[in-house]
T-cell receptor, first 113, second 110 residues
């Protein structure tokens, strides 16, 4: 089954404790992206990647890191999480970039205390 | 700054009637527009899109209209069905920079 998976689905952590949210897709998509969803703000793009070893900042990259060492994986790293990073995070992938249909993962709800 | 705006947080329509969801944008660089639908506890799913060189795109019950001079697009759903009840996000992109609106919650009443 073609899908985008994220882990964990739920995470409660404390300020400053490094964490990684994994994202994996099995559709051989070149493009992958991370978004956060907050009430009243919709989805905001954090980082995106056009292919392996190619990453670019989105609208709200501060406080986040990403890597793209393999085509299928695109982990999101929070080196020192803060409470303002409490949010619902979505990973997505597509062929041909943001102009094509993006397939979204189920989301990761992160709470930073 | 919010470059893509959906000014109606919610919309309620009767089953069988037309649903019209609106979206405004400020950045004239955007060259492609998309609508995504989101059910609770799921990721968004793609619905329909339109290039900036067109003014209309239709797919079954869903039609998107683009008015570039007004920087406005709308999604029409005809006829609306209870299963269409969801949050709808308008999105705009150029050069893989992607911006979403805040979403409109559509409720279709039987």
């Amino acid at each position: 089954e073609a899908q985008v998976t994220q882990n964990p689905r739920y995470l409660i952590t404390v300020t400053g404790k490094k964490l990684t949210v994994t994202c994996s897709q099995n559709m051989n998509h070149e493009y992958m992206s991370w978004y956060r969803q907050d009430p009243g703000l919709g989805l905001r793009q954090i980082y995106y990647s056009m292919n392996v070893e190619v990453t670019d900042k989105g609208d709200v990259p501060e406080g986040y890191k990403v890597s793209r060492k393999e085509k299928r994986n695109f982990p999101l790293i929070l080196e020192s999480p803060s409470p303002n990073q409490t949010s619902l995070y979505f990973c997505a992938s597509s062929t041909g970039g943001s102009y094509n249909e993006q397939f979204f993962g189920p989301g990761t709800r992160l709470t930073v205390l | 700054d919010q470059q893509v705006k959906q000014n109606s947080p919610s919309l309620s329509v009767q089953e069988g009637r037309i649903s019209i969801l609106n979206c405004d944008y400020t950045n004239s660089m955007f060259d492609y527009f998309l609508w995504y639908k989101k059910y609770p506890a799921e990721g968004p799913t793609f619905l329909i899109s339109i290039s900036s060189i067109k003014d209309k795109n239709e797919d079954g019950r869903f039609t998107v209209f683009l008015n570039k001079s007004a920087k406005h697009l709308s999604l029409h759903i005809v006829p609306s069905q209870p299963g269409d009840s969801a949050v709808y996000f308008c999105a705009a992109t150029y050069n893989n920079d992607m911006r979403f609106g805040a979403g409109t919650r559509l409720t279709v009443k039987p």
